[in-house]
């Protein structure tokens, strides 16, 4: 059982041991294409030497929106994820997935069982400051994780009996000690209902 947690914050991490992270480029438009925008990871969990990069396409949610996804050839279009997806739900750390012949990723073909819980911390809360140094105890004490430098985090547990597409998941449903650890530290503090996203 692991856990992982992609957290996003409005400012650096505070400490340099804590480097993992994400970033939101956008590309300028030029005469033949619509500008878009991709997230990247930069330092991604399951990083080698032989990584390779494909996208997922958010344009449903948002339009011209993409995440990088490092991934681990296994075939000629054949992946498996080496990182945290932080928008793109229902892709989990480990999976297997396909690609299309513009290097977008076309499907899942196995699950790893992994899971992604995504938390959301509000860069103006008036306790922002004391919530990261609860947050990061969790990670330090139990999880994976990947920064994104915009304001939310995530996380991803290996769940017994994998559920995928979960909406709304009630913490007590965590088999894992890391997200334990991370919803009981993070709901008192208000940062989390008993209701968030994870896939």
Request: positive net charge; proline residues 5%.
């Amino acid at each position: 059982m692991r856990a992982h947690l992609l957290a996003t914050t409005a400012c650096d991490p505070p400490s340099s041991s804590r480097e993992a992270c994400c970033r939101i480029l956008r590309s300028g438009s030029c005469s033949r294409r619509d500008a878009i925008t991709i997230i990247t990871h930069e330092d991604p969990i399951g990083r080698v030497p032989s990584n390779y990069m494909i996208h997922a396409d958010l344009s449903e949610r948002q339009e011209g929106w993409r995440e990088q996804l490092w991934t681990r050839r296994l075939t000629e279009d054949i992946f498996e994820v080496a990182c945290l997806p932080f928008f793109t739900y229902g892709i989990c750390y480990r999976d297997v997935v396909t690609i299309d012949t513009n290097h977008l990723v076309a499907s899942v073909v196995q699950k790893s069982g992994d899971r992604t819980l995504r938390v959301a911390l509000v860069a103006e809360h008036k306790d922002r400051d004391q919530l990261h140094e609860h947050l990061y105890e969790v990670l330090e004490a139990a999880l994976q994780h990947e920064w994104l430098r915009v304001g939310r985090p995530a996380a991803r547990h290996r769940s017994r009996c994998p559920h995928e597409g979960a909406e709304s998941t009630s913490p007590s449903r965590f088999p894992s000690l890391g997200a334990r650890l991370l919803t009981r530290t993070l709901i008192p503090l208000g940062v989390l209902t008993d209701r968030f996203r994870m896939s």
